[in-house]
């Protein structure tokens, strides 16, 4: 089955406690990106991949990072998490080309104390 | 910039009503447009989209049709179920990297 797996569904951590949320995706798809979900914002863009190896920042980037090794894998880290971003998060995948959707994981409900 | 205003919510109707969630963008160029549906504890899926002017996308009897004149994407649907029940989603791809998304708009159907 076509998917994108995240990894942990929910996790609860304290402030300064280095975390990585894994994203997983079996559609050979070039394009990965990591949003944030706030009451009242909609998504915002964290990073995106393009393909492996490059990486790039979207619009609310500060306090991430995320690398991508595997055309697969696209993990996203939190070197040292604080309350603000406590967030509903989620990883897409999708092929090249501005008329391909967005297909989504589950998410991942951090957070951070 | 590329924006995108979509109305607010929460949305309350009865079962068979008709619905209307209005969806307006801002872009330069010909941007393809979506809509994507988030049901409780998952992840938003494609619900429909539209690749260039007046273009309607369909599907599970929701529609929208894309209005360049307007510059709308208004999602309707003739007779709404209580499984329709959820957050909906307007956005836009102006690009290959680029995907921008209203705020969403809450969608509650009472029996």
């Known amino acids: 089955e076509a998917q994108v797996t995240q990894n942990p569904r929910y996790l609860i951590t304290v402030t300064g406690k280095k975390l990585t949320v894994t994203c997983s995706q079996n559609m050979n798809h070039e394009y990965m990106s990591w949003y944030r979900q706030d009451p009242g914002l909609g998504l915002r863009q964290i990073y995106y991949s393009m393909n492996v190896e490059v990486t790039d920042k979207g619009d609310v980037p500060e306090g991430y990072k995320v690398s991508r090794k595997e055309k697969r894998n696209f993990p996203l880290i939190l070197e040292s998490p604080s309350p603000n971003q406590t967030s509903l998060y989620f990883c897409?995948?999708?092929?090249?080309?501005?008329?391909?959707?967005?297909?989504f994981g589950n998410g991942t409900r951090l957070t951070v104390t | 910039g590329n924006s995108v205003t979509q109305m607010e919510g929460p949305v309350t109707l009865s079962e068979e009503a008709f619905l209307t969630i209005n969806c307006t963008y801002t872009a330069t160029g010909y941007p393809s447009l979506f809509w994507y549906v988030q049901y409780p504890g998952e992840g938003l899926q494609l619900l429909l989209k539209?690749?260039?002017?007046?273009d309607k996308g369909s599907n599970k009897g929701f529609e929208a049709t894309y209005r360049k004149e307007t510059t709308s994407f208004h999602l309707e649907k003739g007779s709404v179920q209580v499984s329709d029940s959820a957050v909906y989603f307007c956005a836009l791809s102006s690009s290959a990297s680029k995907i921008i998304f209203g705020s969403g708009t809450r969608l509650s159907i009472r029996p």
């Open positions: 897409a995948s999708k092929r090249t080309g501005d008329n391909s959707p967005l297909h």
């Open positions: 539209a690749t260039k002017a007046d």
